[in-house]
């Protein structure tokens, strides 16, 4: 370097003005331009305005060749490429050689004026720094494929050539100065290695703002790009980090700069994650670089101003960087140019996405079943918000429950990405940017009572438990990594939690899904705050606790939304809780008045209005979500997505009706027949319950030619006048008009109310003894029974199982007197039960007639009748039987998916054995609850009656209503039922789980309590 400076050419104006007519023939204006090493003047003739270099004498000839090399090949590659290009000597030479007054030998070379204005002197927009990435791009795209012994040179500039900075360390004077030097050059020692499997090629090398010029008239635009002195065959990606550590010399937001010119260069000139990842390092270390240089040289040319220009600049970017965090610095630039903030982040999300109905609860019941609303941290002015920032979480906390107790409200949300002015302190001051706060949370919080527990979703190991003690701190912070199968290992932060956690959990302990992470702190021990967990997912794995950012930039908001995911669906947060959508609860109501029939009823005194089903959920349009132990038509979980892809899959290829052929409906006969007892073969496809038992009627007129019935009391089998005149529960309440002479209604057979003189074992016949009656009726009338209905557990009636024996002497008593028998298994078929595909099987009989209909279809509305041959011949009277949607193709289709998911996953099994269980758990809190007076249940069809007396048995109406009411109220769905309105009803679906068993347990145990507390 000290030959260069002795060697820098000396020529005077006059001189260079006769070399330039000499060797170029050329005559104008010449006016010296600054050159560290050459010497340059501007020159302006008539036929251009160009740049004449006075090369300096000690630069290898092979060095100017290389360069006048470079040129011509940009030239023949890119020649739109605003860069110099070279103007012959009259000889027809790229380089003329001179000898200067004081004989030393020089080659100079004459190449074309370049127009702008240094991009040092404007302002740097994102704009021009990403047009800056892309003229690069461009010029190292001409470069592809281009070679010049002069590029393989050995120069301190070269970026794996930054170790060298080490032994010039020493000329740097002060002890800080080197310590941070010596930070990056540690990490040099990891990259290097690295580097060197990079690719490689000829790159500009010193893409520094003085090289760099912009269009005057739009500074956004890059106009030129000069100066080839440094050009060098090294790693593709030090050109984008060189331009980007001078971009980033007084730059409020030096990563951003480089990500713009990332950005640009990448959009070019496609960059590799590998080499962004190294980006950062590369950026300090050419910084590195240059102050060691400075440095060096300064100690040996005493006060060279031209040699600190940028040390200063430098510097303080140096310090910057070295405050940062490498890995977000690096995530700011991956994303930039269209990687993942983190690699695996997007899987984790989607992952978490695709299975989050495995997750284990985080709160003692899954988040979404407590009504939510959100703390008004977004809100600068809310008193919760004033008071928190003061430092005052007591008062914060205390506006927060009277809230809650005025409105309902149990859980408390802090969304992720929120503004909030609460992060005033020092701590929230950003690293990257200059004079910018971090102000946005990239938390979720969970704002309960001190005192919460909170558990781990996912099976976990424990990264580190530790107490932060900084006011406004996280207090307790927990960091958990999950590694489940499938998905990239992801670590989840939970702040803010009370100290207890510390002596409980430590680094490396296992945790299954469900195990207890910690409590929610008291304000003393979270770091000052109302009382709530700060989650967080962190896709990058190698950030300790404390590293993982809480809030962050909102310039960086997408950067930390992929490194610190949204944890909601984590926290098992509904999306609706933040899209509320349609039209509002009161608007709806008004509109069903106005538009819709009166007499159509909603449930509960404040409906609900449900916007999404998702297998024992239905989430309303607040996002809460409620657990469906009610709705039996949704039998195997809603919107299950075997129903629904055969739906769309078939709808959107045919729909038709029985007058054409078709495999779907011979197919699903010969599945659903094949589920029921060998004498029922036939099978009738209708659209509901109610048409499935009009058609079984019709069935039964034309087979036995009579019209009497037998219908058990309260009993409910559909919606059309003959059907309402065989159902006690409609002809007997408000608006009823009584029992048509042809309908005779027989007891409901329930054992718990039967006399208590009767012994158990004769209720079945004793019960019968009623139908009997019924028959004698009419036969003293000279008549006979067309048929007895009952559905096979009378669920109107209050889920009443039938005694044992029951039906068999009823059925012997019908057909005897020359009648049919008909099931109604609407409500109870379909497995229902566990132990029998059909409930009439638990009873040891064979039905003349099965109508079927609710759960069928999963929701679509599809129904069916099964019946005999015998039964069959007599309804083919000659009368076409057609039914226009009545076992169409897509239905059909419906059910047969439907048997396809009962079948293939068990559920027959899984009912029977939740319901044992939970049977099992009503038989126990029958010892606790005097006020459950019977448990009865088989599968997944359960009732439990209320009484206010067990021995008189008096229903507890109130009571079965308020229970009904506090499980909605706690997020469970079920209904009463009954004459007197006392039984609770159950009938979730099939899919329903252990877990979902003990949530219904839990609920049922405390809403018990508190109406009991309540009623007295
Ligand atoms: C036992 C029983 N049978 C028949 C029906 C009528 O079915 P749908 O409403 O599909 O017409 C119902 C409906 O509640 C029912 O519970």
Not at 177 to 189: E, I, M, T, V, Y
Not at 270 to 277: A, G, K, Q
């Amino acid at each position: 370097m000290n030959d260069m400076l002795k060697t820098t050419p000396d020529v005077s104006l006059e001189a260079a003005a006769a070399l330039l007519a000499e060797h170029y023939g050329l005559s104008g204006t010449l006016s010296p331009l600054a050159s560290e090493r050459d010497q340059n003047f501007k020159v302006e003739t008539p036929a251009g305005t160009f740049i004449l270099k006075i090369v300096n004498a000690a630069e290898p000839a092979v060095e100017s060749d290389f360069q006048t090399a470079l040129l011509a090949h940009v030239d023949a590659h890119a020649g739109d490429l605003p860069v110099p290009h070279i103007r012959p000597t009259v000889t027809g030479a790229s380089l003329a050689r001179i000898t200067s007054v004081n004989g030393v030998s020089h080659r100079i070379r004459l190449v074309s004026w370049v127009d702008g204005q240094p991009l040092a002197e404007t302002d740097r927009s994102d704009a021009a720094l990403e047009s800056l990435g892309r003229m690069l791009g461009r010029f190292d795209a001409a470069l592809k494929g281009f070679m010049h012994p002069g590029a393989l040179r050995d120069l301190d500039w070269d970026i794996r050539k930054a170790g060298r900075s080490a032994e010039r360390l020493h000329h740097v004077s002060a002890a800080e100065d080197r310590a941070l030097l010596q930070r990056f050059l540690a990490r040099f020692a990891k990259v290097a290695p690295r580097l060197a499997t990079l690719r490689a090629a000829v790159i500009h090398n010193d893409a520094n703002d003085w090289n760099v010029l912009v269009d005057p008239a739009d500074q956004d635009r890059i106009s030129g790009l000069i100066d080839f002195g440094d050009a060098l065959h090294a790693p593709l990606i030090a050109e984008v980090a060189i331009a980007s550590a001078y971009a980033g010399l007084d730059h409020a937001d030096p990563i951003g700069a480089a990500a713009a010119i990332a950005r640009g260069f990448h959009a070019e000139y496609p960059l590799l994650e590998e080499e962004i990842d190294l980006l950062y390092d590369l950026i300090a270390l050419r910084l590195v670089t240059s102050v060691t240089i400075s440095a060096s040289r300064r100690s040996h040319t005493e006060d060279n101003p031209y040699l600190a220009i940028s040390e200063r600049p430098a510097w303080t970017l140096l310090r910057k960087l070295d405050r940062m965090n490498p890995r977000f610095a690096t995530a700011i630039l991956r994303k930039a140019c269209g990687f993942e903030a983190a690699p695996g982040a997007r899987a984790v999300t989607d992952w978490i996405a695709r299975n989050r109905k495995s997750l284990a609860p985080l709160l003692e019941r899954p988040a979404a079943t407590y009504p939510a609303a959100l703390v008004p941290y977004g809100d600068p002015t809310h008193p919760m918000t004033v008071k928190s920032a003061a430092e005052q979480p007591d008062e914060a906390q205390a506006i927060w429950e009277t809230y809650c107790a005025e409105t309902g409200v149990e859980l408390g949300i802090g969304p992720f990405g929120e503004a909030r002015t609460v992060y005033a302190g020092e701590m929230f001051v950003s690293r990257f940017i200059e004079s910018a706060r971090r102000t946005h949370h990239l938390g979720f919080d969970l704002f309960m009572a001190a005192g919460t527990k909170v558990f781990t979703p996912l099976p976990a190991t424990v990264v580190s438990v530790e107490v932060e003690p900084d006011p406004l701190g996280y207090g307790c912070l927990i960091a958990l990594r999950h590694e489940p199968e499938g998905c990239p290992p992801f670590v989840t932060l939970w702040g803010h939690l009370a100290h207890e956690a510390m002596g409980r959990l430590k680094a490396g302990d296992r945790l299954d899904a469900g195990a207890l992470v910690g409590e929610m702190g008291a304000p003393a021990e979270n770091g000052g705050w109302a009382p709530h967990l700060h989650l967080q997912l962190s896709t990058d794995t190698n950030l300790s606790a404390t590293e993982i950012l809480g809030v962050g930039e909102p310039r960086y908001l997408d950067v930390w939304a992929e490194l610190f995911p949204d944890a909601r669906t984590f926290a098992g947060i509904a999306a609706e809780f933040y899209e509320r959508s349609g039209r509002s609860h009161e608007e709806i109501v008004k509109m069903r008045r106005e538009l819709l029939l009166p007499n159509l009823s909603i449930s509960y005194d404040k409906p609900i209005k449900f916007v999404r089903g998702d297998g024992v959920w239905l989430i309303d349009d607040g996002g809460r979500a409620y657990l469906d132990c009610f709705n039996n038509v949704c039998h195997i979980g809603h919107a299950h997505p075997a129903v629904v892809e055969a739906m769309t899959k078939q709808a959107a290829t045919l729909n038709t009706n029985t007058r054409y052929l078709h495999d779907n409906i011979v197919a699903y006969a010969e599945r659903l027949t094949a589920t029921l007892p060998k004498e029922l073969t036939v099978a009738g496809f209708v659209n509901s319950g109610s048409e499935a038992n009009s058609l079984a009627l019709r069935m039964m007129r034309a087979h036995t030619g009579r019209e009497n019935a037998i219908t058990l009391d309260w009993s409910y089998h559909g919606t059309t006048q003959e059907l309402i005149d065989i159902s006690p529960y409609k002809f007997r309440r408000k608006g009823g008009k009584g029992p048509k002479p042809h309908v005779h209604i027989a007891a409901v057979p329930d054992s718990y109310h039967a006399p208590a003189d009767w012994p158990i074992e004769e209720h079945g016949k004793r019960f019968a003894e009623s139908v009997a009656e019924q028959i004698a009726i009419m036969q003293a009338k000279g008549e006979g029974p067309g048929f007895f209905i009952a559905e096979s557990i009378p669920s109107v009636a209050g889920q009443v199982f039938l005694p044992e024996g029951y039906l068999k002497e009823v059925y012997r008593l019908v057909r005897e007197a020359g009648g049919v028998c008909i099931a109604d298994e609407v409500q109870v078929g379909f497995g229902r039960v566990g132990s029998h595909w059909w409930a009439f099987e638990t009873q040891g009989v064979v039905p003349d007639i099965v109508t079927m209909g609710k759960p069928i279809g999963d929701g679509h509305p599809l129904a069916a009748v099964v019946t005999t041959r015998e039964v069959t011949d007599s309804f083919n009277n000659g009368m076409e039987y057609f039914n226009t949607f009545g076992g169409n193709p897509v239905s059909c289709a419906v059910g047969l998916a439907v048997l396809d998911v009962i079948e293939s996953q068990d559920l027959r099994g899984n009912a029977l054995a939740i319901g044992n269980h939970l049977m099992d758990a009503f038989r126990d809190m029958q010892t606790r609850h005097e006020v459950i007076g019977d448990v009865r249940g088989l599968g997944l069809f359960l009732g439990i009656e209320l009484v206010t007396d067990r021995k008189t048995k008096a229903p507890a109406t109130d009571f079965a209503r308020a229970v009904s009411n506090g499980a909605r109220r706690r997020g469970v769905l079920m209904g009463t039922e009954g004459p007197l309105d006392n039984v609770l009803k159950m009938r979730p679906p099939m899919i329903f789980s252990k877990r979902d068993a003990d949530h219904l347990i839990a609920v049922l145990e405390d809403t018990f309590a508190d109406v009991a507390r309540t009623l007295g």
